[in-house]
């Protein structure tokens, strides 16, 4: 009943838009044609020769790509969503869908929050994962040890009812506290619940360096919990950081293929840069000091008992990111004058050593920080891998607003600009696949990331000879180049290079449809 009664059927009605003479890669991975796309009532309503059809508004896309918007499976948005909603630095990347609650931590409760961020009115798609971190703190705290059966329990009612709510699947982060406390039994328990209801495991691996079992295992538990606990598996922002496993990038992919020959669905994401970036106390703080909280790792770096042993793991973990001058300090707020600079400066501003210095900032309220420890060998290896999706890894920032990695700026175009055109590593066609068919089907959106009739009208129209990222790590606060045209659900959300500011996203739930049919298997 889309249509007015009062309306003739005989007479054609007026299309909203038609996006006329691009290239249309469809997302799908075959080779691209030309056509003009027809969108209606916020779906792509025909594809092919449409001179002659009237349309209120024509995008003339003559030298253009026409891509499905771009989905975006890594990302850290779902608390800045509610104070950024119209998500301008995703929507100029052409990204139209997000998915928060990675790493293990999540909003919560989902479903209040969920819904209140659809009456705030979002400017771009929004998909949410249940954190395991999120639900074991809400069970037992910073606890650093092992679930009781009654706790894993819990755990279990709140994952279930988290999926009830709409939850793509559950993250983890098993690097960081406390998910690091939780061993791999208790993940696949949980992993057993998510999958009932068709949902996806996604991980953010207990190492990917040598911090603990090392990268290897790490990938191997997550192929361990894929496969007992019959799940789909996304390695979250694969990587081998720090020089012990550089060049490992090799022996983890031939894992990943190995598993899925044998019928376990594992996939990964990545993003474009040979920097990472999480916070001070993740990448340098012993897991052991941080049990029990914030307040209990103070109390440990200020005891003479403890405070030696953890400053000389803290020393460790700086060296085996590179180094002092490698560790910048991205974001702290009670001194922005330090954002940009790392802590080996730092240490020479306070005149103290660089561990004395993070550890003043970490008694200051913590910092976010980026280090340079990747190798372009290992980065290039994976994204050439047809089982990887790209995902920035990022958020939604206020503009101008402290030093955030590139990444969040940056991914997409970044990907299209520098690894399709300028090293020609990957087709224009398969790079589109990684972030849209690929992301699509990973999470079950049954109407995304295809550019076919029916399908809902998210479009992404850029100029592939220009697009290119903008953002640096000394200046992280620029849009990308060449993306023309964003259009989310139907609405324009960039026109003209230009974001309208138009609040045309959705909150997405898992498709209640999949959970009956996973059911009735
Ligand atoms: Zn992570």
Known sequence: MLKNVSSEAAIPEVSDIIVEGGKIVDGTGFTCYHGDVEIHNGRIAKIGDLKDVRAVQRINAFGLVVAPGFIDIHTHADEEIANHPLAQNYLQQGVTTIVGGNCGDSIYPIGEKLTALEHSGLGINFAILIGHATIRKQVMGMADRVATSEEVRQMKDLLAKAMEQGAFGMSTG??????????????????????????????????????????VAAVKEAIEIGEKAGIPVQISHLKALGKPVWSKSAEILDLIKAARARGVDVAFDQYPYIASGTDLAGAVVPRWAQAGGEARMKERLRALSSRDKIRAEMLASIEKRGGPDKLFI???????GLEGKHLGEIGRIKGMAPVDAAIELLFSGGADVISFNMLDED???????????????????????????????????????????????????????????????????????????????????????????????????????????????????????????????????????????????
């Open 174 to 215: 098993l690097y960081y506290a406390p998910g690091s406390y939780s061993k791999t039994d208790e993940v696949t328990e949980l992993a057993r619940v998510a999958a009932r209801y068709g949902g996806i495991y996604a991980s953010h691996i207990r190492d990917e360096s040598d911090y603990n079992i090392g990268l």
């Open 330 to 336: 991205a974001t702290y707020a009670p001194d922005p």
């Open 379 to 521: 980065l290039i290896r994976m994204m050439k891998s047809p089982f990887g999706m790209i995902g920035s890894d990022g958020s939604l920032v206020r503009f101008g607003e402290s030093v955030p990695h590139p990444r969040y700026y940056g991914t997409f175009p970044r990907i299209l600009g520098n690894y399709v055109r300028e090293d020609g590593l990957l087709s224009l066609e398969e790079a589109i696949r990684k972030m849209t068919s690929a992301p699509a089907n990973r999470l079950g959106l049954s109407d995304r990331g295809l550019i076919r009739e029916g399908m809902i009208a998210d479009l992404t129209v850029f100029n592939p000879a220009t697009v290119k990222d903008k953002a640096t790590f000394e200046k992280p606060h620029q849009y990308p180049e060449g993306i023309d045209y964003v259009i989310v659900n139907g609405q324009l959300a960039v026109s003209g290079g230009e974001w309208t500011g138009i609040r045309a996203g959705r909150v997405l739930y898992r498709q209640k449809a999949q959970k009956a049919e996973s059911r009735k298997r």
